[in-house]
């Protein structure tokens, strides 16, 4: 079976400390991953998605950015943290078939910026 | 585009129904609903994919009027259990991604 992998579950970091939290995936092959935010109490933000090893899609410009470097590891990493980059974060994976596949999400990384 | 999700909180009694809609500004091909509980990963709930499909699983169920270009959630006779925040999400056209409405809050009291 398939399962999702999301470290580490709480960091607190000072603002303009770097960042990395990283993603893996087991139990299937070439998976569509993302990387979601949600600012408490708000909505899910799709912050980056990849359909494949280097291949990166962003979708919001900011100082974040994401890495494919396997399969089914997925980073994001920041060079500077700012405060309005606190927020629970999702890595989350799907079939690579079509649209309708349904996502599985980890169990989320809440990142507190001081 | 986001998908727009009403109301953005209800709060029930158990035993109570309610319907959360979502609705989009451009066609829309299927729609997912997902829940998360507080502090927790957003679970997997169902996804509707032809234009008048209607799901269910227990007492929520779903329909999405593709012509209308909006899908309702509707939890009938509510438990404590089905507290926490509802999300739908639309693929975007021509890519690999979900893009989710803002939410609705549900709270359940005894």
Redesign the interface.
């Known amino acids: 079976s398939q399962t999702i992998h999301q470290w580490p579950a709480t960091l607190v970091q000072p603002v303009g400390s770097p960042l990395s939290l990283e993603c893996t995936v087991e139990g299937t092959s070439n998976p569509n991953l993302y990387w979601y935010r949600q600012a408490a109490g708000r909505g899910l933000q799709l912050l980056f998605y990849s359909v494949g090893i280097g291949q990166i899609s962003s979708e919001v410009p900011q100082n974040l950015s994401a890495s494919r470097p396997q399969d089914r590891q997925f980073i994001l990493s920041s060079k500077k943290l700012l405060l309005s980059d606190s927020g629970f974060y999702l890595c989350a994976w799907s079939e690579d078939r079509d649209r309708n596949e349904k996502l599985f999400f980890g169990s989320g990384t809440q990142l507190s910026v001081l | 585009q986001?998908p727009v999700q009403s109301p953005q909180a209800v709060i029930l009694r158990e035993g109570e129904d309610a319907v959360i809609n979502c609705s989009s500004s451009k066609a829309l091909?299927?729609v997912?609903w997902?829940r998360q509980k507080h502090?927790?990963?957003?679970?997997?709930l169902m996804?509707l994919?032809k234009g008048g499909e209607q799901k269910g699983h227990e007492k929520i169920s779903a329909s999405f009027n593709e012509k209308k270009q909006q899908s309702s959630l509707y939890l009938t006779a509510s438990q404590l259990s089905y507290s926490g925040t509802y999300?739908c999400?639309t693929?975007?056209?021509g890519?690999?991604?979900?893009?989710?409405?803002?939410?609705t809050r549900l709270t359940i009291n005894p």
Not at chain 2, 95 to 103: P, Y
């Open positions: 986001q091909y299927s997912h997902y502090g927790e990963a957003p679970v997997f996804i994919l999300f999400g693929p975007d056209q890519a690999q991604k979900l893009v989710f409405g803002q939410g």
